[in-house]
Nanobody, 115 residues
Framework: QVQLVESGGGLVQAGGSLRLSCTAS????????MGWYRQTPGNQRELVAS???????NYADSVKGRFTISRDNARNTVYLQIDSLKPEDTAVYYC?????????WGQGTQVTVSS
């Protein structure tokens, strides 16, 4: 069974940056499309960024220009660089496949942005 472990969240002031990491075990990364999702209380998880096995990235309109997704297949890791953080970016961030696998949801990592 695939296990995805997110890390890198924290409390940051508006305008700050964070880099989230997601490591997969066991190794299966090289051709799999991956995504970063986020969820706020009372709302569904939304896809904010995705990356193909070849490295092509796509972003939700709300994060374009501020979020950058990347992957290191040798380390089985997907990253999400978040710049110019806004209070509305406050959420639990998860990584998963794209489309997501119900069995692969991890604990996520909390990002809290103070104004």
């Amino acid at each position: 069974q695939v296990q995805l472990v997110e890390s890198g969240g924290g409390l940051v002031q508006a305008g700050g940056s964070l880099r989230l990491s997601c490591t997969a075990s066991p190794s299966l990364f090289k051709t799999v499309n991956m995504g970063w999702y986020r969820q706020t209380p009372g709302n569904q998880r939304e896809l904010v960024a995705s990356i193909t096995g070849g490295g092509d990235a796509n972003y939700a309109d709300s994060v374009k220009g501020r979020f950058t997704i990347s992957r290191d297949n040798a380390r089985n890791t997907v990253y999400l660089q978040i710049d110019s953080l806004k209070p509305e970016d406050t959420a639990v961030y998860y990584c998963n496949f794209k489309p997501p696998s119900l069995r692969a949801w991890g604990q996520g990592t909390q990002v809290t942005v103070s104004s």
